[in-house]
């Protein structure tokens, strides 16, 4: 298009990524987008979620222990519609739980599995009405499972792998791009989304998968690694103690004002 501005004349044209402006007085400036690929990047988004289904009427059973700072949930495809975990709270297959940088929380189901959530991280309770537990979307989690039935397992799942289960220990990350497991205790089996290649991993053993699949089995130390979970524990407890510390500090002197001023 064209346009005169106080006597003077330009026009643009636009070529793929690049924008010319053709000045009458003062020549041309061409502009170049060279982040195409970057700014087209977009972070993921886990709210509405293809193979998951939020039931409202139904209860997992499941309940919120050692919640530490605010920890948020939603029902799958209304991200809008945030809740606060508490140890009342109605946990529905499909929804969403995930925590902020200062918060935390445990997730015990009533077969006594357990899975320790640590800050930033978001996971969704999948349907009952199949073998799978829930899908780790970012962040981590500790789980342990005690009493699974014979012949019986359950799947817990991320972008790039599923995990089947029989009773075992374990800590597991995800990030858009990698899935890292990490047995404490006992066997699962590990498998990709992207190959369909499936590994045996063992206590005491590591191994990554990618959407083209997965990575070679290492060794890492597990009394290590128990030792930073209890850490972080300890450090979320003191955080949290702190914020009710302060809060209670405000309670009070807001009382003392609205006395004051009465």
Same mark, same amino acid.
């Given at each position: 298009?064209?346009?005169?501005?106080?006597?003077?004349?330009?026009?643009?044209?636009?070529?793929?990524?690049?924008?010319?402006?053709?000045?009458?007085?003062?020549?041309?400036?061409?502009?170049?987008?060279?982040?195409?690929?970057?700014?087209?990047?977009?972070?993921?988004?886990?709210?509405?979620?293809?193979?998951?289904?939020?039931?409202?009427?139904?209860?997992?059973?499941?309940?919120?222990?050692?919640?530490?700072?605010?920890?948020?949930?939603?029902?799958?495809?209304?991200?809008?519609?945030?809740?606060?975990?508490?140890?009342?709270?109605?946990?529905?297959?499909?929804?969403?739980?995930?925590?902020?940088?200062?918060?935390?929380?445990?997730?015990?189901?009533?077969?006594?599995?357990?899975?320790?959530?640590?800050?930033? @991280? *978001?996971? &969704?309770?999948?349907?009952?009405?199949?073998?799978?537990?829930?899908?780790? /979307?970012?962040? $981590?989690?500790?789980? =342990?499972?005690?009493?699974?039935?014979?012949?019986?397992?359950?799947?817990?799942?991320?972008?790039?792998?599923?995990?089947?289960?029989?009773?075992?220990?374990?800590?597991?990350?995800?990030?858009?791009?990698?899935?890292?497991?990490?047995?404490?205790?006992?066997?699962?089996?590990?498998?990709?989304?992207?190959?369909?290649? @499936? *590994?045996? &991993?063992?206590?005491?053993?590591?191994?990554?998968?990618?959407?083209?699949? /997965?990575?070679? $089995?290492?060794?890492? =130390?597990?009394?290590?690694?128990?030792?930073?979970?209890?850490?972080?524990?300890?450090?979320?407890?003191?955080?949290?103690?702190?914020?009710?510390?302060?809060?209670?500090?405000?309670?009070?002197?807001?009382?003392?004002?609205?006395?004051?001023?009465?």
């Amino acid at each position: 298009g064209s346009r005169n501005i106080s006597d003077d004349k330009f026009t643009g044209t636009v070529d793929g990524d690049t924008i010319r402006i053709q000045f009458s007085r003062v020549g041309y400036v061409t502009y170049a987008n060279n982040n195409t690929e970057q700014n087209n990047d977009k972070p993921p988004d886990f709210s509405d979620l293809p193979d998951v289904e939020y039931q409202p009427g139904k209860d997992t059973g499941a309940k919120f222990v050692s919640i530490q700072g605010e920890v948020k949930m939603y029902p799958d495809g209304d991200p809008n519609d945030i809740s606060f975990a508490s140890d009342k709270a109605k946990i529905r297959p499909g929804i969403h739980i995930f925590t902020g940088e200062e918060s935390s929380v445990t997730l015990v189901f009533a077969d006594l599995s357990t899975y320790k959530i640590p800050p930033n @991280t *978001e996971i &969704v309770i999948r349907s009952f009405d199949s073998k799978s537990n829930i899908s780790l /979307l970012t962040g $981590k989690i500790w789980a =342990n499972f005690k009493k699974i039935a014979n012949g019986e397992s359950i799947e817990v799942r991320t972008n790039q792998a599923v995990l089947g289960i029989k009773g075992t220990t374990f800590i597991l990350e995800a990030t858009t791009d990698k899935t890292l497991l990490k047995m404490i205790e006992g066997t699962v089996s590990f498998t990709s989304i992207g190959s369909g290649k @499936t *590994e045996t &991993v063992k206590t005491g053993e590591t191994i990554t998968a990618t959407s083209k699949g /997965l990575g070679q $089995k290492t060794n890492f =130390n597990v009394a290590t690694e128990n030792a930073s979970w209890k850490a972080l524990e300890k450090q979320m407890q003191k955080q949290d103690s702190l914020i009710n510390k302060i809060t209670n500090i405000f309670l009070a002197v807001w009382r003392w004002i609205s006395v004051l001023f009465k």
